[in-house]
C-alpha cells in the first residue's frame, strides 16, 4: 500500500490534453462527403492529411471500396508513405449510424488521434469527429 501510493505521487499532474487538430478545411469535408456518397452501398476509407492543425487533404485507402469494411482496412493502415501529417482515418457508414462500432474503437486506438466517421445521407451533418479513444471532438469548418 505504501508502495503504491508512493508510486502514485511520482506521477505528474495532469495536464489537459492539448488538441493538435482543431479544424478541416471546407472542401474536404465536401470531398469526403461527396466519395461517400458516391462509395454507397459500400464503405470509403482515407486517411485524413493534415497541415498546421487544419486536415486539408485525404488520401484514398486502396481495397477499402468492396463493403467488407474495417478488416480490409486493418491490411491497409499504414501506407508507405506515412508521415507525421497523417492525423487519422475518415470512413463511411452506409448505415447512416456515425457512431463508431467496436472494430472502430479498436482501430481508432491503433492508429492516429483524429478520425471521422461519416453516415448516410453524407450532408455536413452526418459526421463526427473522434479521438483515439472514441470520445466525440469538435472540428472547427476552414473556410
Ligand atoms: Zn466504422
Do not use: C
Amino acid at each position: 500500500m505504501y508502495l503504491f501510493k508512493k508510486d502514485k505521487k511520482k506521477i505528474p499532474p495532469k495536464t489537459e490534453e492539448k488538441r493538435r487538430i482543431w479544424g478541416i478545411k471546407e472542401e474536404t469535408l465536401n470531398l469526403i462527403l461527396e466519395v461517400s456518397k458516391e462509395s454507397y452501398p459500400n464503405e470509403f476509407a482515407a486517411t485524413l492529411i493534415a497541415k498546421k492543425g487544419i486536415i486539408e487533404e485525404i488520401n484514398l485507402l486502396p481495397g477499402t471500396l468492396s463493403g467488407s469494411g474495417m478488416a480490409i482496412l486493418h491490411t491497409h493502415m499504414q501506407p508507405p508513405d506515412i508521415t507525421l501529417s497523417v492525423v487519422g482515418i475518415v470512413h463511411s457508414h452506409p448505415s447512416g449510424n456515425f457512431s463508431p462500432s467496436g472494430a472502430d474503437l479498436y482501430f481508432f486506438s491503433k492508429f492516429g488521434n483524429t478520425h471521422i466517421i461519416v453516415g448516410k445521407p453524407y450532408n455536413p451533418r452526418s459526421w463526427q469527429a473522434y479521438d483515439a479513444r472514441g470520445g466525440k471532438i469538435k472540428l472547427e469548418i476552414v473556410k
